[in-house]
């Protein structure tokens, strides 16, 4: 949430608004009609309704108002509304002291999901005006839609285009399509690759990789077969190349899955901690997110295939999450390394499995590249242990 001060000290806008106290029972619709204009704003962020404060920013407060909800109230009310399409606005009242008074401040969630409108009339008891079917209120600026009318037709236009992704970025257009999984098909034809079926415009070749790489890296040693085979992966939109992502086949080349990132724990120190990993808000795991979803194509894993990368591959949230921790696990660098040098055993074990698909010449057998990726192996364990206690 932005902070209590900038909403404060700010003017009324497209993200936030002003009331000095809650809606009483014969006042239902302008609730209904504030909370769906913030639910449809043409911005991809959350909006905020302050109560306990006036125009002037004067905080006046809550604590004696008889109509406060709290956000299970609220969230009951809106879900007993007739939403077209069942895409019911996520809201959550927070009540902040600020000035030796109490405010509630409704966080309406951000959601691609809009226009949000009701599918039937409502009448509200009480309430002057009832809200019709295919009514659409939103907020421009400062204002939002009047009870008695419906947005603009410009206005309208934005929502669409908000819903469907067209105001974006085409990467971010393309993680939209990735999460459509059901419409993404497998094709092997003159070429190798996957097709969104909805819009075929948006499509990913494989292509042979031509560098000279490791044939096993640490994230394969939890399947049935190590070695792997690298391919490259093209992202299309119509001609143009939107981006390029390594993968991998694993397992005997019964499943594929990109290439994680690999960074370290002390990066200057003489021994960095190496760590295999993925940022989950990325394009390139909504890509690997569809991999591993795919029901009907012959690149997907199985269960256990599956469970066994991941026990390997640290993913972090997003890129502040990965940031926090990197500084948190640094401090922490000698006790890591003492807890995650690989035994004799754990070496042993690496080898044995290697030798089904290797020679003892192979520069994956030698015993300096066997202890770093049983190392890699124990640090993406250990943090992705560390990451659940954060």
């Known amino acids: 949430?932005?902070?209590?001060?900038?909403?404060?000290?700010?003017?009324?806008?497209?993200?936030?608004?002003?009331?000095?106290?809650?809606?009483?029972?014969?006042?239902?619709?302008?609730?209904?009609?504030?909370?769906?204009?913030?639910?449809?704003?043409?911005?991809?962020?959350?909006?905020?309704?302050i109560i306990g404060v006036d125009d002037n920013h004067n905080v006046t407060g809550v604590e004696s108002d008889e109509n406060r909800l709290n956000t299970q109230k609220l969230t009951d009310f809106l879900h007993s509304l007739p939403i077209a399409n069942s895409h019911t606005p996520k809201v959550i009242v927070e009540p902040i002291k600020v000035k030796n008074h109490i405010i509630d401040i409704i966080t309406i969630k951000d959601t691609i999901d809009v226009p949000v409108y009701l599918d039937e009339d409502?009448?509200?008891?009480?309430?002057?005006?009832?809200?019709?079917?295919?009514?659409?209120?939103?907020?421009?600026?400062?204002?939002n839609t009047p009870i008695s009318d419906s947005a603009s037709d410009y206005l309208v236009e934005r929502l669409w285009k908000k819903r469907f992704g067209l105001d974006l970025p085409i990467q971010q257009q393309y993680k939209i399509k990735l999460q459509d999984i059901n419409n993404w098909e497998y094709f092997e034809t003159d070429k190798i690759g996957f097709l969104y079926n909805v819009n075929p415009?948006?499509?990913?070749?494989?292509?042979?990789?031509?560098?000279?790489?490791?044939?096993?890296?640490?994230?394969?040693?939890?399947q049935y077969r190590a070695r792997m085979g690298w391919q490259k992966l093209v992202l299309k939109y119509k001609n143009r190349t939107i981006n390029e992502f390594l993968v991998v086949f694993l397992d005997g080349a019964r499943f594929m899955t990109l290439v994680p990132n690999l960074s370290t724990i002390a990066s200057f120190s003489d021994n960095p901690l190496t760590f295999q990993y993925f940022i989950a808000d990325s394009l390139e795991f909504s890509v690997e997110k569809l991999f591993l979803s795919m029901k009907n194509s012959p690149t997907a894993p199985d269960g256990y295939q599956r469970m066994n990368l991941f026990q390997r591959i640290v993913i972090f949230d997003n890129c502040q999450q990965m940031k926090q921790g990197l500084k948190e696990l640094t401090s922490k660098k000698d006790?890591?390394?003492?807890?995650?040098?690989?035994?004799?055993?754990?070496?042993?074990?690496?080898?044995?499995?290697l030798s089904m698909d290797f020679n003892s010449k192979d520069v994956e057998m030698t015993q300096s590249y066997l202890e770093y990726m049983c190392q890699e192996a124990n640090v993406s364990q250990f943090i992705i242990r560390y990451l659940k206690t954060m």
């Open 201 to 222: 415009d948006y499509c990913m070749f494989l292509e042979d990789d031509d560098q000279d790489r490791y044939k096993v890296e640490s994230y394969a040693l939890g």
């Open 335 to 353: 006790y890591i390394k003492k807890q995650c040098t690989p035994s004799q055993e754990e070496i042993n074990s690496c080898r044995s499995l």
């Open 122 to 143: 409502k009448h509200p008891k009480k309430a002057k005006r009832p809200i019709h079917a295919g009514q659409i209120f939103a907020r421009e600026n400062d204002t």
């Open 1 to 49: 949430m932005k902070t209590i001060n900038s909403l404060l000290t700010s003017p009324e806008d497209e993200y936030h608004d002003f009331k000095v106290q809650w809606y009483s029972h014969g006042n239902k619709a302008e609730l209904i009609k504030d909370i769906f204009s913030f639910v449809n704003t043409s911005h991809h962020e959350d909006c905020y309704l």
